[in-house]
């Protein structure tokens, strides 16, 4: 009897939505849920795109993987950042360990997969991949069968941060529905053991279109042409989730899952403007309209610390003997970093409430740190605001992205649903159960197919 496992990843899909104000537009999922088990699933600290898909297929946290975000600290200067790519990770994935026990895997849409390494299956790499010129296939030439299959398919949606929202819409489904109608080919043309893929389109949805939906949101338009187009969407979600069970058998489990879920955005915190007010951070002038933060505009001499944007705030200390003009002492780095931590989750909003802000400090949090982690993670607001990495606002808050159109915020808890194959080692619960751990998810697969769980990975079988 040949064990199969099918993943299916849809990014940023939120518990609210699939487990409850969308259920009843979702009866493919909603039987799934019936006949197996489901919850929600905690994410990694921080609950963001990359490094989570690659933790899940790792069992390693972002600090055991050395990838803190899209975009990591190369070295200790100040303007090396690299964007994270599968060369990044150096510790085995799932389709890696399977593939020693002679299991063979397509792997779709993956995050960090980019650019494709040789492996026992096939691969079509992620939305990090510059274009389809580029080493997106494993083997090559399933590029050219993609071709015949999805002539249309897209990697991503270019400038998906827009106002023109109907366009984006279309651009949306057209997007989803290609990649499932490939998925669908590799699934039924393909001699594959485990079948994982991921679809961005979610992600972007709720980016663009929470507004919409989300009665809380301080941007909710009642009445709007696109107030169900969130709903619309996890209907197209659940249907092609449909036509992908009706290709595989009892003899498959399947796993429907997130890599975090999704909540509205408040607004931002402009770090490198609070960090100035805090007397932190040194520009050599002042600019004099909203302008991107970038190291040339510093007076190194006269800082102690500076900010990234993005939807969680990293906090970088100018260590002296560390950084190239480090001014802060070895000895005073973590009278340092707790003084930070205590003034920013002091942060109010503009009435004065305390906006409950929680800052992580990376060894308290990883089993390890490589290569070079923030010196402290901040979600601001938990999470309801994001950080804001520009100068020049005069104030330590915005309401508008610096980065483009943006409606909501990641959440800690993505979602899992799990019906086990008709020889399944999972126990037979059925319903919603304990939520559980996006390390778990590797785990559980080696699992299923008998193969020792390597002691390093971080979570345990469901």
């Not at 303007?79 to 792997?107: F, M």
């Not at 040194?282 to 500076?306: F, G, H, M, S």
């Not at 802060?328 to 003034?343: F, G, M, N, P, S």
Request: proline fraction near 6%.
């Amino acid at each position: 009897m040949k064990r199969r496992v099918l993943i299916i990843g849809w990014d940023c899909a939120a518990p609210e939505l699939v487990f409850d104000a969308f259920r009843d537009d979702m009866p493919n999922t909603h039987r799934l849920m019936a006949e197996g088990i489901y919850g929600e699933l905690e994410s990694t600290i921080p609950p963001i795109t990359v490094p989570a898909w690659m933790c899940m297929m790792t069992s390693r946290d972002p600090g055991e993987l050395g990838i803190y975000g899209f975009r990591n600290r190369k070295d200790y200067s100040y303007d090396a950042l690299t964007i994270a790519n599968a060369h990044a990770v150096k510790v085995p994935t799932l389709w890696d360990l399977l593939g020693q026990a002679q299991k063979k895997s397509v792997v779709l849409g993956v995050p960090l997969t980019y650019p494709a390494k040789p492996f026992p299956g096939w691969m079509v790499t992620s939305f990090l991949t510059p274009d389809r010129n580029s080493q997106w296939t494993f083997p090559r030439r399933l590029s050219r069968e993609i071709t015949q299959v999805a002539s249309d398919y897209m990697i991503d949606i270019p400038n998906f941060r827009t106002d023109r929202r109907t366009e984006l819409e279309q651009q949306l489904l057209k997007m989803t529905t290609e990649r499932f109608k490939l998925a669908r080919h590799l699934l039924q043309t393909k001699d594959w053991d485990l079948f994982t893929m991921v679809e961005m389109g979610s992600d972007r949805l709720h980016h663009a279109f929470w507004r919409f939906w989300d009665k809380t949101h301080r941007k909710y338009e009642p009445d709007s042409p696109f107030s169900e187009t969130m709903r619309n969407y996890y209907r197209v979600l659940d249907a092609e989730l449909g036509e992908m069970l009706a290709c595989v058998d009892e003899d498959t489990t399947v796993i429907i899952l997130s890599d975090h879920g999704a909540k509205r955005m408040d607004g931002g915190i402009c770090i490198n403007e609070w960090l100035q007010k805090h007397g932190y951070l040194t520009l050599k002038t002042e600019p004099q309209e909203i302008t991107r933060w970038t190291p040339d505009r510093v007076n190194w001499k006269e800082t102690k610390a500076w900010g990234e944007g993005g939807y969680y705030g990293r906090i970088f200390i100018n260590v002296e003997g560390r950084e190239p003009d480090g001014t802060v002492k070895a000895e005073h780095y973590e009278t340092i970093r707790d003084e930070l931590k205590a003034q920013l989750e002091a942060i109010v909003d503009e009435d004065g409430n305390n906006i409950n802000t929680r800052v992580f400090k990376p060894e308290a949090v990883y089993r390890e740190c490589r290569n070079i982690a923030p010196d402290l993670i901040v979600y601001f607001g938990n999470l309801y605001w994001r950080s804001v990495g520009s100068v020049g606002y005069n104030s330590i808050y915005t309401y508008e992205n610096d980065t483009g159109p943006d409606d909501c915020n990641h959440a800690e808890m993505g979602i899992f649903i799990l019906k086990p194959a008709s020889h399944s080692s999972i126990a037979r619960q059925i319903g919603n159960v304990a939520a559980k751990s996006i390390y778990d998810i590797a785990p559980t697969v080696l699992n299923e197919f008998g193969i020792d769980i390597p002691e390093a990975m971080q979570g345990k079988p469901i």
